[in-house]
């Protein structure tokens, strides 16, 4: 079955960094899109950085600048560089994926999160 784990989020003051890693696996010819979404309570989910295959990303505004996506997709990793963090930064992130081909195509599937908590 298709699995994400994330990791890597934790307890950062306002101005530090972070990097995230997700890794994925269960999809015998890969994923299309890869993506990292984030929520804070109260908020709906949101797409922070997006990463198709063979496409360039996509970054949510509030963001720009400071994160940025990257893929392995020989090791089927997506990992999210997190630079300049503001304490309204602070969510679980979670780790998304779809796969490209094969039985599990045209499904989304979703990791188990990771909490980031950026202090003042």
């Known amino acids: 079955q298709v699995q994400l784990v994330e990791s890597g989020g934790g307890l950062v003051q306002a101005g530090g960094s972070l990097r995230l890693s997700c890794s994925a696996s269960?999809?015998?010819?890969?994923?299309?899109?890869m993506a990292w979404y984030r929520q804070s309570p109260g908020k709906s989910r949101e797409l922070v950085a997006s990463?198709?295959?063979?496409?360039?990303?996509d970054y949510a505004d509030s963001v720009k600048g400071r994160f940025t996506i990257s893929r392995d997709n020989a090791k089927n990793m997506v990992y999210l560089q997190m630079n300049s963090l503001k304490p309204e930064d602070t969510a679980v992130y979670y780790c998304?994926?779809?796969?490209?081909?094969?039985?599990?195509?045209?499904?989304?599937?979703w990791g188990k999160g990771t909490l980031v908590t950026v202090s003042s």
């Open positions: 998304y994926a779809r796969p490209q081909l094969g039985p599990n195509s045209g499904m989304d599937y």
């Open positions: 269960g999809s015998i010819f890969g994923f299309t899109a």
């Open positions: 990463s198709a295959s063979g496409g360039n990303p």
